[in-house]
């Protein structure tokens, strides 16, 4: 009974040390009699008991990486205080056993020394806006040297550049004169617009007065115009009816009816309004006279139509 005990044990023995299952997105490293010998992939696997041995195993997941807080010195000689982290995945799990006896810690280094160089290069302002081309330029420099360590570098991310107390002071106060700038800038702007606003509105305004003054004037000119006109037409009228009348039978005496009456009335007229000694004809035939001599006229005027 005891003999098919150990022999049971044994066989549980071999079993437990022959099979093996790898999970998924890992890899193990199979050595044999000290040497490697083989890499595992994800499922069940058959060793040689006692003979190979699972020496290394390897997650093959991205895996974050924080990179340990350092100072840098810009080319300014600013001294900023830099960490980041770093991503990485293992793609050569051989390699990864055997080209670095910690390669976690290499790429840590590689990090920090890179990131210190390329930070070296760079002016203080230049460290906040190049931020990209930083992690670029650490990604290139650990990637080339991570290959003979199995690993692959796939980014690198500053989490925080923190310069000294001094000159985040300084670099605030720089800020806040700027805006003030930009503030007094946008207010100057904005008053030269309102006056050009008022300019404009003001010439606007003298064109619209003096085109409504151009109009008046115009429209002044013409009425007077057709004023004019139509006095002109209604005394035309009127002597044409006078000529008319006075080739009627008795024109001739109304003429001289409507003369005697307007001088009559003219003598009576200037009588009425002068201060001084008024000398009017001492026979009624100088009167006659008047009134014969503008006969006279009209029928010359009649003549000359004829």
Known sequence: MSIALIVVIIAVIFITRSIKVVPQQNAWVVERLGKYHATLAPGLNFLVPFIDRV????????????????????????????????????????????????????????????????????????????????????????DEAALNWGVKVLRYEIKDLTPPAEILRSMQAQITAEREKRAVIATSEGKRQEEINLAEGQKQAAIAKSEGEKQAAINNAQGQAAAITEVANATAVALTRVGTAIRQPGGGEAVQLKVAELAVNAYSKLAQESTTTLVVPSSMTEVATLISSAMKMVQAQQRNEG
């Open 55 to 142: 020496a290394y195993k390897h997650g093959l997941k991205e895996i974050p990486l924080d990179v340990p807080s350092q100072v840098c010195i810009t080319r300014d000689n600013t001294q900023l205080q830099v960490d980041g982290v770093l991503y990485f995945q293992v793609t050569d799990p051989m390699r990864a056993s055997y080209g670095a006896s910690n390669y976690i810690v290499a790429i840590t280094q590689l990090a920090q020394t890179t990131l210190r160089s390329v930070i070296g290069k760079l002016e203080l302002d230049k460290t906040f806006e190049e931020r990209d081309m930083i992690n670029a330029q650490v990604v290139a420099a650990i």
